[in-house]
């Protein structure tokens, strides 16, 4: 056993993973929530260290998936080249759309990003071959990117923390809090501070849950984003539901729990009662859906005005005419995810991608039934899951490189639990 845990996956010594492999990974996610933006207006220094970065780690990780499929009945093969041809289908075919339907090749551009960003996980998970040191270098990338998107987010000039429950959610040009890594570290420590406090009890824990899930937290409350302080209350009592056992130490655990959010109430009770009343306020403005139900009639109408149209898409860089922008504004993108795939890949190219999604559909059921997956692992795969749930259905999110890194831990989760 011993042994193989040394020879997990690839064959690094131990000894030179954190200075080779993990650093490049934790540097990747400080840069990109520090420095650079989820959907930035132009490419700037921030933008292109990222790049740079993103080079080091997905790159070099995608061209060893590369190597490997060259030995011969290699572990995984098959998987790994229908993975690789997914990629070059997924980034080639609706470019060569884009060029043939005359889209901007600036547009083009900032299409094509987001789907290599998308593509991640397909690009550096090998199954039964991916590397133990890849976990925990996924998972710091996007704890440091969404505690920095968090706290950059609140310190903007449209925020300020002795607001939080009383700041308007109009007016705000900042996207920060929306990377998919800001909800993931969110739910992630959330769940490891619930967990923690029934089943383990430890200190250290229960401390690094509470700090993770903290500024996050206050983020996405402060900007009155309602499908994701949804998520993150069903993540806390799905994690009380979950590790509650018929003990006196669950018991004893509980009742820590219950003391904590007793103590949190006594001390921010005033405040989450005005985040009550904005989250009602904007849901007489804008409804439950928020427009989106209009973004679906626009994408419905054009893509099937043609059979070229529903089977390829507009390609990448193609628009619409956004219901919800100005008059004839053009829009690159729509929220709902599978009607963004519609719009650009056309059902085609949707298909193509349905594997990955039912891929990480079925790790995620796994993560959370499997009772040998550890109370880290657990609390990390359902940041994964809420953090999937709300960028790959209602929220742009899946434009942004969180989403990608996101759903490549969930799966190099998987990959670990299965070769443990």
Aim: charged residues 10%.
């Amino acid at each position: 056993m011993a042994h193989a845990r040394q020879t997990y996956g690839d064959s690094e010594p131990a000894s030179m993973l954190p200075p080779l492999m993990f650093v490049p990974w934790l540097v990747l996610g400080a840069t990109y929530g520090l420095l650079s933006s989820p959907t930035p207006d132009r490419f700037g220094a921030g933008e292109v260290l990222v790049g740079g970065l993103l080079i080091a780690t997905v790159g070099l990780r995608a061209l060893h998936k590369l190597a490997s499929l060259a030995i011969p009945g290699g572990i995984g093969r098959d998987r790994g080249i229908a993975d690789l041809m997914v990629v070059v289908l997924v980034l080639v075919v609706p470019l060569a759309t884009g060029f043939l339907r005359g889209n901007r090749v600036e547009d083009m551009i900032r299409d094509l990003v987001p789907a290599v960003y998308f593509l991640v996980p397909l690009m550096v998970v090998t199954g039964a071959a991916t590397p133990s040191w890849l976990v925990p270098a996924l998972a710091s990338a996007l704890l440091v990117a969404g505690s920095g998107f968090a706290t950059r987010h609140l310190l903007s000039g449209d925020f300020a923390l002795n607001t939080f429950g009383e700041q308007t959610y109009f007016g705000s040009i900042d996207y920060f809090v929306l990377d998919p890594a800001v909800l993931f570290t969110g739910a992630f420590g959330l769940a490891l501070f619930v967990m923690a406090i029934i089943e383990s009890r430890s200190p250290v824990l229960i401390l690094a849950g509470a700090c993770l899930a903290t500024v996050p937290a206050v983020a996405i409350g402060a900007t009155v984003i309602r499908s994701q302080i949804a998520v993150l209350v069903i993540v806390g009592l799905f994690c009380m539901g979950r590790s509650f056992r018929i003990s006196l130490a669950t018991l004893f655990g509980m009742a820590l729990a219950l003391s904590a959010l007793v103590a949190g109430y006594a001390v921010f009770g005033d405040r989450l009662a005005g985040l009550v009343e904005l989250i009602g306020h904007k849901q007489q403005a804008v409804g439950l859906a928020n427009g989106r139900e209009l973004e679906i009639r626009a994408v419905w109408s054009e893509m099937t005005a043609g059979y070229d149209l529903f089977l390829f898409g507009k390609g990448w860089g193609g628009t619409i005419v956004h219901p919800l922008g100005l008059a004839g504004q053009e829009w690159r993108f729509v929220h709902i995810f599978p009607f963004y795939l519609l719009m650009k890949v056309g059902l085609a190219g949707s298909i193509l991608l349905v594997p990955l999604l039912l891929r990480l559909a079925g790790t995620a059921r796994f993560l959370l039934v499997s009772p040998e997956v550890p109370l880290t692992e657990r609390a990390m795969a359902l940041g994964c899951i809420a953090s999937l749930s709300i960028n790959l259905t209602v929220s742009a999110g899946f434009k942004m490189l969180g989403l990608g890194l996101v759903m490549a831990l969930l799966l190099a989760l998987f990959a670990r639990r299965r070769s443990a």
